[in-house]
């Protein structure tokens, strides 16, 4: 099993920033970041393939950035012009495999704690 732990949240201003980070026991083929808003549905948010290749929710592609560091098993999520709707908590998570596209957290099968992020 692939052990997940967040850190980075905070509370910000509209318009900041914050990095998040995801120690993992090891990076599988396939990273994600994931968040959860009150009152809403899952979202993905950003995932990221052992290859590099990213992928961005149209809610924050430009703002958002998903990155790895394969030598220290650490996933990242770099937020910029950070905004009220991007207030959630954000979980990290990994795949196994790659059978569901890869913002559907159907395809992931270890999850983080989650970090929350509050943008006022």
């Known amino acids: 099993d692939v052990q997940l732990v967040e850190s980075g949240g905070g509370s910000v201003q509209a318009g900041g920033s914050l990095r998040l980070s995801c120690a993992a026991s090891y990076l599988t083929y396939r990273m994600g970041w994931f968040r959860q808003a009150p009152g809403k549905e899952r979202e993905g948010v950003a995932a990221v393939d052992s290859d590099g290749s990213t992928v961005y929710a149209d809610s924050v592609s430009g703002r958002f950035t998903i990155s790895k560091d394969d030598a220290k098993n650490t996933l990242y999520l770099q937020m910029n012009n950070l905004k009220p709707e991007d207030t959630a908590m954000y979980y990290c998570?990994?795949?196994?495999?790659?059978?569901?596209?890869?913002?559907?957290?159907?395809?992931?099968?270890?999850w983080g704690q989650g970090t929350q992020v509050t943008v006022s």
């Open positions: 998570a990994a795949a196994r495999g790659t059978s569901w596209t890869r913002l559907s957290h159907y395809g992931y099968n270890y």
